[in-house]
T-cell receptor
Framework: EDKVVQSPLSLVVHEGDTVTLNCSYEVTNFRSLLWYKQEKKAPTFLFMLTSSGIEKKSGRLSSILDKKELFSILNITATQTGDSAVYLCAADNNAGNMLTFGGGTRLMVKP | DGGITQSPKYLFRKEGQNVTLSCEQNLNHDAMYWYRQDPGQGLRLIYYSQIVNDFQKGDIAEGYSVSREKKESFPLTVTSAQKNPTAFYLC??????????????FGPGTRLTVL
C-alpha cells in the first residue's frame, strides 16, 4: 500500500524565520511528488517534482526531491504571516491516476 | 471563467438523510476525484473516475456513492450508511492521457455537518 508521511505535524515560527517541511514516501511505480498549500479551503498547487536533485523555486519557496532516499523537502525562507497554512505533499504513481496524500504540516507564522 | 465549482458551500444534514454534493468542471479534464478531509488531517480518497460512466472506489468508499454521466460532472451522494459524515469534502479534476499528466486542481469544497 502506498504511503506518504509528513513531518513535523505542526510548526510555529516567527516572521523572518526559515522553515523546512519534510515528506517521505513509499510508492510503487513512483512518478512524481507534488506540494500543495491549503489555507481555509481548496489546496493550491505549489510544485511538481519528478527528477532527483533538481531544485524548484518560486519566490521564497523551494523544493527538492531525493528519489534514492524517498523524500522531499519544502523550504520557506523569510517567512511571513501569509505563509500560515497547511502544507500537503502527495505522491503520484505510474500505475493509476491517483495521488496519495500525506497528513499535512500545519505552519503558523507569528508576527 | 474556467475552473471547478462545488455546491453547496455549507450543508447541514439530519441523521438518516441522504445528501448529494455537486461538482462541476469546465476544464475538459478526464479524471475527477472526491476526497474527504477531517480536522487536522490530510485528504483521503473516496471515489474517482477516469472516464464517463466509469468510476472506482478509493480508500473510504463505504457509505458513499457517485455517478459520472457527463464528463463535466461528478456528484457525490453521502448516504445514511455513512456513520460519521461530518467533514470537509473536496472535489478535484485532472487531465490525463498519453500526452502526460498535469497536477490535480481542486474545487472550493463543501463543509457537511450532521445535526
Amino acid at each position: 500500500e502506498d504511503k506518504v508521511v509528513q513531518s513535523p505535524l505542526s510548526l510555529v515560527v516567527h516572521e523572518g524565520d526559515t522553515v523546512t517541511l519534510n515528506c517521505s514516501y513509499e510508492v510503487t511505480n513512483f512518478r512524481s511528488l507534488l506540494w500543495y498549500k491549503q489555507e481555509k479551503k481548496a489546496p493550491t498547487f505549489l510544485f511538481m517534482l519528478t527528477s532527483s536533485g533538481i531544485e524548484k523555486k518560486s519566490g521564497r519557496l523551494s523544493s527538492i526531491l531525493d528519489k534514492k532516499e524517498l523524500f522531499s523537502i519544502l523550504n520557506i525562507t523569510a517567512t511571513q504571516t501569509g505563509d500560515s497554512a497547511v502544507y500537503l505533499c502527495a505522491a503520484d504513481n505510474n500505475a493509476g491516476n491517483m495521488l496519495t496524500f500525506g497528513g499535512g504540516t500545519r505552519l503558523m507564522v507569528k508576527p | 471563467d474556467g475552473g471547478i465549482t462545488q455546491s453547496p458551500k455549507y450543508l447541514f444534514r439530519k441523521e438518516g438523510q441522504n445528501v448529494t454534493l455537486s461538482c462541476e468542471q469546465n476544464l475538459n479534464h478526464d479524471a475527477m476525484y472526491w476526497y474527504r478531509q477531517d480536522p487536522g488531517q490530510g485528504l483521503r480518497l473516496i471515489y474517482y473516475s477516469q472516464i464517463v460512466n466509469d468510476f472506482q472506489k478509493g480508500d473510504i468508499a463505504e457509505g458513499y456513492s457517485v455517478s459520472r454521466e457527463k464528463k463535466e460532472s461528478f456528484p457525490l451522494t453521502v448516504t445514511s450508511a455513512q456513520k460519521n459524515p461530518t467533514a470537509f469534502y473536496l472535489c478535484a479534476s485532472r487531465k490525463i492521457g498519453l500526452a502526460g499528466r498535469d497536477t490535480q486542481y481542486f474545487g472550493p469544497g463543501t463543509r457537511l455537518t450532521v445535526l
